[in-house]
């Protein structure tokens, strides 16, 4: 589904006073430390989180910005270039982010996976990190993933204006030890990594990550946090209040190396490895009746069976298959699955992993479960009555024709289908009783067939419309 949010006129009247706004006062400064850090070499990306960055911070350590639990948040994504230039570059038309909630500390970044299960058990059916839709501007297909509870990722035009909303549903208490009451909170890291990305939507290459550190409190208490903060500092000599850095109403992400899932994205991207950026498009399915139609030299089909898993599929196969059968939101965490590994999963590690629905969804698709058709019947042309037999033992031949819907299109597809023509070349369709009598089959007729009944179809070819009439007795 395609979220796309028009932009207001004061982003466009005011663009650069907008920019300059949210920027100072510590533009210039930031823009200094940058160029002394990379030389001339700068990114055009600045990203500005709306928050007020502690004072009690000493000059030396990195930025700490207070948030709320469940509180929108937003990050402004802008463009340098709007700044210095009138016009725009047009080398990036449109680029894919990632906004992930992650530790910011490195002992808790190697137990990430452990802590966010348990956080995930504790807080069933709740997110680490939402993005707030109907206030963000100029962002296109946001996403957030089932399994990935503390990332979201979204498309934007660099040359526009654009902010995203955030909100982080977890407060840093939750992943420091019980004792007694008034533990001291673990500091997380908000990171922002884009991408450009190709027509068929994939990541194609890292072009920026940016980064700031957060701590996370219960609602209001980031505002009672920062106020006692100011109140610290504000009691202590000029002499060492010089010492601390100062406090500014928004935070500027700093520049910072990607994060490791963000290179794998890339890295891969020769590999055919689908995009984050996941896309529904369903692939018809289908089952061997094990004969050939009379004028066709193909199959007759039932979807759902088809193009299964194989325990010899490559882990690039099994990417492929994830993706043609929409589990495109698991292909990172079954990458170097192949597809022996997958196969050998139970329902009920697979619940476990994807969800209820997602898992049991998965399973049936790996087996080869097929979709139980609603009706059977079987047809045999009438001129194959007078030939030889074909068939060991003799007899006319029939095919299976399987109906999912009970209703003369469907039947009709399924007869074209099976001699070669287009169901708007069947004008009608006729049941010819034993008296003779020929009677207009109808959506009724078509549900009160019976299952595993045989016809002999008859096909007549209609002069006045160059249509056929085909007739069942």
């Given at each position: 589904m395609l979220f796309c949010h028009s932009q207001p006129e004061s982003y466009h009247q005011h663009s650069a006073s907008y920019i300059r706004e949210a920027l100072a006062p510590f533009l210039r400064n930031e823009e200094a430390r940058l160029m002394a850090e990379h030389g001339a070499k700068r990114s055009p990306?600045?990203?500005?989180?709306?928050?007020?960055?502690s004072p009690a911070v000493k000059q030396q350590e990195e930025s700490l910005t207070y948030l709320n639990q469940g509180q929108s948040y937003e990050i402004r994504m802008l463009n340098r270039k709007l700044v210095e230039y009138t016009d725009i570059s047009s080398k990036y038309v449109k680029v894919g982010s990632i906004v992930r909630v992650v530790f910011h500390d490195r002992r808790l970044q190697y137990m990430e996976h452990q802590q966010l299960e348990g956080w995930r058990w504790n807080r069933?059916?709740?997110?680490?990190?939402?993005?707030?839709?109907?206030?963000?501007?100029?962002?296109?297909?946001?996403?957030?993933?089932?399994?990935?509870?503390?990332?979201?990722?979204?498309l934007w035009d660099p040359a526009k204006n654009s902010s995203v909303f955030i909100q982080v549903n977890c407060i840093s208490t939750e992943f420091t030890p019980r004792k007694h009451g008034g533990e001291k909170g673990v500091p997380f890291?908000?990171?922002?990594?884009?991408?450009?990305?190709?027509?068929?939507?994939?990541?194609?290459?890292?072009?920026?990550?940016?980064?700031?550190?957060?701590?996370?409190?219960?609602?209001?208490?980031?505002?009672?946090?920062?106020?006692?903060?100011?109140?610290?500092?504000?009691?202590?000599?000029?002499?060492?209040?010089e010492k601390?850095?100062?406090?500014?109403?928004?935070?500027?992400?700093?520049?910072?190396?990607?994060?490791?899932d963000a290179l794998n994205l890339t890295s891969h991207s020769s590999s055919s490895t689908p995009s984050p950026v996941y896309h529904s498009s369903p692939t018809s399915c289908s089952f061997t009746d094990g004969s050939c139609s009379p004028n066709q030299q193909g199959e007759q089909l039932l979807p759902g069976c088809s193009d299964p898993l194989l325990p010899s599929s490559s882990p690039q196969d099994t990417q492929q298959w994830l993706h043609r059968y929409?589990?495109?939101?698991?292909?990172?965490?079954?990458y170097s699955f192949s597809g022996a590994d997958l196969l050998r999963m139970s329902r009920e590690d697979l619940i476990q992993i994807c969800g209820p629905a997602d898992g049991i969804r998965l399973f049936n698709t790996m087996k080869g479960r097929c979709i139980q058709p609603r009706l059977t019947i079987y047809v045999c042309q009438q001129h194959t009555r007078h030939q030889p037999a074909i068939k060991p033992g003799g007899g006319d031949i029939y095919h299976a024709l399987y109906l999912e819907e009970l209703t003369l299109l469907d039947l009709s597809e399924k007869i074209s289908m099976l001699y070669s023509l287009t169901p708007q070349q069947i004008s009608h369709i006729y049941r010819q009783k034993p008296s003779g009598i020929h009677v207009l089959v109808s959506d009724e007729m078509v549900q009160i067939f019976r299952e595993e009944t045989s016809f002999i179809l008859s096909i007549v070819r209609d002069e006045n419309t160059d249509g056929y009439h085909v007739v069942l007795k």
């Open positions: 990306f600045q990203y500005i989180l709306c928050a007020a960055t069933p059916g709740d997110r680490i990190l939402d993005i707030d839709i109907p206030l963000s501007v100029g962002i296109l297909e946001p996403r957030s993933h089932p399994l990935h509870l503390n990332t979201i990722e979204f890291r908000i990171q922002l990594d884009t991408f450009t990305i190709n027509e068929h939507g994939e990541y194609v290459e890292h072009v920026h990550s940016s980064g700031c550190q957060v701590k996370v409190f219960k609602p209001k208490g980031a505002d009672r946090k920062l106020k006692t903060d100011r109140e610290k500092i504000d009691k202590k000599v000029s002499q060492d209040r601390y850095q100062l406090s500014h109403e928004n935070t500027v992400l700093k520049e910072c190396s990607p994060w490791p929409r589990f495109s939101p698991f292909s990172r965490l079954f």
